[in-house]
């Protein structure tokens, strides 16, 4: 039925199986430190990448609620000089910016 002849190991095919396995064991340890350099440089970049995200995330929160109250305080007194306050009717700031906009699509 099998033509083939079993193969029983040798003494010298100990030696060899033992060689192969020791350079499997260094080749393993190589690949071992190579992983665990790869995961500590993925882990600096996820940290990067949140530091980089919450320096542009806060002061983005920080214009949204802190500003347009500022904003008011500083344009308080302008709107007053061009009398563009609720109480008065002075210089229409849209009409002068139809203005300018007419100015420079010409």
Known sequence: M???PINIPTSG???????LL?????ILTEIQVQVEKTKKYIRAG???????LILIVAPLLFA??????LLKNYLGP????LGTTPMTGGLDTNSVNDLLNQF???
């Open 104 to 106: 420079q699509q010409q």
């Open 64 to 69: 949204i609620f802190y500003l347009p109250p």
């Open 46 to 52: 996820r940290i990067i990448s949140f530091i980089y």
């Open 13 to 19: 095919d100990n030696e060899e199986i033992k060689a």
């Open 22 to 26: 020791a350079e499997n064991q260094k």
């Open 78 to 81: 302008y709107q007053e000089l």
């Open 2 to 4: 099998n033509d083939r």
